[in-house]
């Protein structure tokens, strides 16, 4: 490049940085006149500026003008300097954190920097005189240069950095950015000025380039200019844009200023403007990128919050349906308000809708419970108000089924404690504010919970009023599970008692019932059978045996009642003795003979061919067994029907068999033929009578005994009852059995083999 | 051929017991509570007793308790009429000193003639 060019672009430069420096000044006090640090900023911008224009046109002095206007120039240079250094310490001392530059930094600096000033372009003290070099001069300082501008310059500008690190470390994140910028700025004029003002010209050992150090001082403005106005957005990205299009926009306007013709300056304005138009453009399209991406990232944190909010609900949720009992349940609530929300804690309050009072039931425990309870003098739970006496804060949310907020805790427990005591309680904990939700359930206020924070109304955010509701929904869900629980209990209770009170009554009736019907046994058999009272006549005797039959039913009956009674008491209690089966059956059918001919029924036994050895059995129970079921054997089957017994030893067990030609029990009924009370229809049809307990003893004891039942059943063709009785049965003498406990085995089986019935 | 003593709170029962047990020829006296029992086994000196347990004015237990402090009462044969079924009441009577128990719905009045045959030819024997 030509040496013209190149001082062309210098000229044009250093006009450029001229404009900038003074645009830039004015641009930032504009923004803000009234802040004391854009003020300085355009103080120390336009010294700036100044400073580089006169360092600058003294260039121009050596050849057009008197020496004693290049002295003038450089007292102008230091001048400017003085400025600058004091502009620049007072920007230092207020930005970016708005203190008061007070009094005694004011005055003084701006008092010895006036006189300095003055001394530096009036006398011969701080510049004296200038050296002619081949490539331009030297400055020759005068005797106060070291004395009295070299410290205060040195002192000025280490002050400043002082300032400026200070300011720093009680800034915060934004002002901390801001401050990077000013020193960025500041690091890159130091050291370019450093660089060519003092390293280079060792290297080359001329002060040709000097001047690039001072025009660094451009960034160093530009900077600062940055870090006052753009404080909101420091993006690298839109940094380096802008950087780009001014560097851009710098060197076409140079560019515009060294042009040889008027044409080629027109065209290259226009390059310029439509250039610096551009990069506008692209500046703004790419802040509104950043700027949608930061919207984003906003969103997406209150989606984190969201979700955050979610899994803490879902952890109390898990906590409370844990439990059924509402002491537990709701405990566990007010217990997740610190722990969940991180506030201070708080309390539950339910409506006692009998008592016309709203009543404290849980208070969040730990340290808050520690250093109130001096002020409780009553468990807390004993704390209640009336329901629609003076409107508290709690009666409000209830009444207005709303969030409620009360920066007074007093107001809130209006009612329930003194109000001296409640401001005690406040202060003590120091909550400043109290959030009162209410519990809905079903369309009604049951309650209110509510919570104590430590920060005031209006810094709560959305989010956190959707999380107090949220609670509450669930402690409303849980608190009415709770309360229905409970009434399940009490009439699960209730049941109990009333089962208690009939089994008592059972067995109280049977027993009174029993005296009469002894006393009737006892007359019937003897005027039937006695020498004194003679024979009767065969109707008499005939009637005698039907009143003897109904009253041993009734006996019967009685006995079924009060063993059913005993059972479900789990009273049944065997009598273990060596008991021969076959006899047992012998007796039952000789006892039966009678009513089975009157119904013109064959009753057999088929004796066994080989001794069936004794077993460990309660002997009248298995009586009473065979009994039942021989007798239902006869019941049901019709007339000429037969009913056979076998017993036979399998094994290890003892098998009787009943086995009759009657109506068969239907496959539907299966299931609940042994359950009390149970008869099938096709029963009650043959024999309307029949209390249907039979069936059920029969089970209790044979499941009692270890042993099991199996059934086999045609519907019209007859049915099988087959009792297995086990000699390894554990039982033995003496032992009492608990007759709710089931044989390992299960009791019933059905086969579904067809029988010969007969 | 025996005093027999039946003590019972039921008049109907005392008076188809006493048949039953006249017809075979014994001689009979009844009570109708605990303290007439004791005064009659005091006064008539039975060879057996027939002992209800559940009565007013001393129940059969203290009936029983009484006889066994008395040395020639010890001895006479007791036999509790009852109608409970539970082993445990009935135990507690044979161990306060009854000598066997009959169940008032379960037995005919034959069987409790024979049982008191029974009894009485034991007690002959000792």
């Known amino acids: 490049m030509e040496l013209a060019q190149i001082k062309g672009w210098e000229a044009g430069l250093v006009v450029l940085i001229f404009v900038v420096s003074i645009f830039l000044g004015i641009l930032v006090f504009l923004k803000n006149r009234k802040d004391k640090s854009n003020i300085y900023f355009l103080g120390f911008s336009l010294s700036c500026a100044f400073l580089i224009l006169f360092a600058y046109l003294s260039e121009f002095f050596p050849r057009t003008i008197p020496q004693l206007s290049l002295v003038l120039g450089g007292k102008l240079v230091f001048s400017f300097a003085t400025l600058l250094l004091i502009f620049f310490f007072y920007f230092s001392y207020v930005f970016p954190v708005n203190k008061r530059l007070p009094y005694y930094f004011f005055w003084p600096f701006l008092i010895s920097g006036l006189i300095l000033v003055v001394l530096c372009l009036f006398t011969p003290f701080i510049v004296k005189d200038i050296k002619l070099q081949p490539w331009g001069f030297n400055l020759v300082y005068g005797s106060l240069y070291n004395v009295i501008f070299l410290p205060l310059s040195i002192l000025l500008t280490i002050a400043s950095l002082i300032n400026l690190i200070l300011n720093y470390r009680v800034s915060d994140k934004l002002q901390k950015t801001q401050l990077k910028f000013i020193f960025l700025g500041l690091g890159v004029f130091l050291c370019s000025g450093v660089f060519f003002g003092a390293i280079l010209p060792l290297i080359t050992e001329s002060q040709e380039f000097y001047r690039v150090g001072n025009y660094s001082a451009i960034f160093f403005i530009g900077f600062t200019a940055y870090a006052i106005t753009k404080h909101k957005l420091f993006n690298i990205r839109v940094i380096i844009t802008e950087i780009a299009v001014a560097i851009l926009s710098a060197v076409l306007f140079i560019e515009v200023f060294i042009s040889r013709s008027i044409a080629e300056g027109v065209i290259k304005a226009v390059v310029l403007i439509v250039a610096t138009y551009g990069g506008y453009l692209l500046i703004r399209s790419v802040i509104k990128e950043i700027e949608q991406r930061k919207e984003m990232e906003r969103l997406a944190k209150r989606l984190e919050v969201a979700n955050s909010n979610l899994l803490a609900l879902q952890r109390i949720n898990n906590k409370i349906v844990s439990t059924l009992d509402i002491k537990k349940v709701t405990q566990e609530i007010v217990d997740s308000i610190p722990r969940e929300l991180k506030y201070v804690g708080g309390f539950l309050v339910l409506v006692d809708e009998r008592h016309h009072r709203i009543k404290a039931h849980a208070i969040s425990g730990g340290k808050i419970l520690k250093r109130i309870s001096r002020f409780l003098k009553k468990p807390f739970t004993d704390y209640s108000a009336p329901l629609g006496g003076e409107e508290s804060a709690i009666q409000k949310a209830i009444r207005k089924v709303e969030l409620e907020f009360s920066a007074d805790l007093s107001e809130v427990v209006k009612g329930a404690i003194s109000t001296k005591k409640a401001k005690a309680v406040q202060k003590i904990l120091r909550i400043k504010t109290f959030a009162v939700s209410p519990i809905v359930s079903r369309g009604k206020v049951i309650g209110a919970i509510i919570f104590a924070l430590r920060k005031e109304k209006e810094k709560i955010k959305d989010e956190e009023r959707k999380m107090m509701s949220s609670i509450a929904d669930q402690a409303a869900i849980a608190i009415e599970n709770a309360q229905l629980y409970e009434q399940v209990e009490k009439i699960n209770e209730r049941l109990k008692e009333l089962d208690k009170l009939k089994n008592e009554f059972l067995s109280i009736a049977s027993h009174q019932v029993r005296t009469p019907l002894s006393i009737i046994k006892g007359y019937i058999h003897t005027l039937s059978d006695n020498k004194k009272i003679g024979k009767l006549t065969k109707q008499q005797e005939r009637f005698m045996r039907n009143i003897q039959e109904a009253n041993d039913q009734l006996i019967n009956i009685m006995n079924d009642f009060l063993n059913l009674s005993r059972i479900e008491q789990g009273r049944m209690k065997l009598d273990i003795t060596k008991g021969d089966i076959d006899s047992i059956v012998k007796e039952v059918v000789e006892r039966l003979k009678i009513e089975a001919e009157r119904k013109k029924i064959k009753l057999l036994y088929a004796e066994p061919k080989k001794k069936i050895d004794k077993i460990n059995i309660d002997e009248s129970k298995i009586t009473e067994v065979i009994t039942n079921l021989v007798d239902n054997a006869i019941k049901y089957t019709p007339e000429k029907g037969t009913v056979k017994l076998s017993v036979k030893k399998i094994g290890k067990n003892i098998r009787i068999r009943i086995k009759d030609t009657g109506i068969g029990i239907p496959k539907e009924f299966r299931d609940r033929l042994f359950q009390k009370f149970a008869r099938a229809s096709n029963a009650i049809q043959v024999q309307p009578s029949g209390n249907g307990i039979g069936l059920f003893l029969v089970q209790q004891i044979i499941n009692a005994h270890q042993g099991y039942i199996e059934l086999s059943s045609e519907v019209g063709k007859g049915t099988i009852f087959n009792l297995y009785l086990s000699y390894e049965s554990g039982l033995k003498k003496g032992k009492e059995i608990d007759a709710t406990k089931l044989s390992k085995k299960g009791i019933i089986r059905y086969r579904e083999h067809k029988y010969n019935y007969s | ?126």
Request: aromatic share 4%.
């Open chain 2, 1 to 126: 051929m025996a005093k027999i003593l039946i003590v019972d709170d039921s008049p109907a029962l005392l008076e188809l017991y006493e048949f039953t047990l006249s017809s075979e020829g014994h001689k009979v006296e009844t009570a109708k509570d605990g303290v007439e029992g004791m005064e009659k086994v005091k006064k008539f000196k039975p060879d057996l007793v027939l002992l209800d347990i559940l009565m007013p004015n001393k129940d059969g237990f203290e009936v029983l308790k009484e006889m066994q402090g008395d040395e020639k009462m010890k001895e006479i044969p007791v036999l509790l009429l009852t109608n409970v079924d539970e082993q445990s009441k009935v135990d507690r009577g044979l161990k306060l000193g009854a000598t066997d128990y009959i169940v008032k719905f379960q037995q005919t009045p034959n069987q409790v003639v024979e049982e008191i045959k029974q009894v009485l030819q034991k007690t002959d024997k000792e």
